[in-house]
Each structure stands twice: as C-alpha cells, then as structure tokens.
C-alpha cells in the first residue's frame, strides 16, 4: 500500500473511531470526551480522568492505541484493522478497553 493509501485509511479509522465514542456520549453509555489533532485522537473518560490514545504511524502503517490496559499495534489486512500479536480486531478491542477504563 502507497503511503497516500495509508493516510486516507487511517484518517477514516480515526473518524470512525471518534464517531464511536460520540455515540457511546450520546447515548449515556461512556461519559468521554473526545480530541482530534492530526493524526492523535484523544479519548478521555470524564469520571475517573484516564485517556485512550489512537494515533496512526505512517512510516509503519500502523495504527497505535495507548491505554491502561497497555499498548497495543494495528495493521490493515485489506478489510479489517488487526492487532499485529493476536490479529484481534481494533474496534472489539477498544469496546473491551474502554469497558474496564470507564
């Protein structure tokens, strides 16, 4: 994948990612607030203070997301953002992550 390419799914992925948590605010389930800067989208949950970091690496091509839980590196396999360890899937991941932060 050129690195043009890369940019534009990883721009998608993190409007994807914040429409995610805008909507989990919205309908009361997590009380986040969402931050986009370039390339680093901050999540951080109201209550308790703690954050949740994606941000994309385009030398890499990777997606990165930081949270208590740990640091965790995401390629795209054509359809999907999987976890470079377990091939988990990025958005299951960050429901589950951001269950246990909240």
């Given amino acids: 994948m050129t690195e043009s390419e890369f940019l534009v799914l990883a721009d998608t992925c993190l409007?994807?990612?914040?429409e995610m948590f805008e909507l989990a605010f919205?309908?009361?389930e997590w009380d986040v607030d969402t931050k986009r800067s370039g390339n680093v989208l901050e999540i951080e949950f109201?209550?308790?203070g703690s954050k949740i970091i994606v941000n994309s690496q385009a030398p890499m091509q990777e997606m990165?997301?930081?949270?208590?839980?740990?640091?965790?590196?995401y390629k795209?396999?054509?359809?999907?953002?999987?976890?470079t360890r377990d091939q988990s899937e990025l958005f299951a991941v960050l429901r589950e992550i951001a269950e246990a932060q909240n």
């Fill in 64 to 73: 990165w997301v930081a949270a208590r839980s740990g640091g965790f590196h």
């Fill in 26 to 28: 919205e309908t009361d």
């Fill in 76 to 83: 795209y396999d054509g359809e999907f953002w999987r976890n």
């Fill in 15 to 18: 409007q994807q990612v914040q």
């Fill in 46 to 48: 109201v209550g308790n």
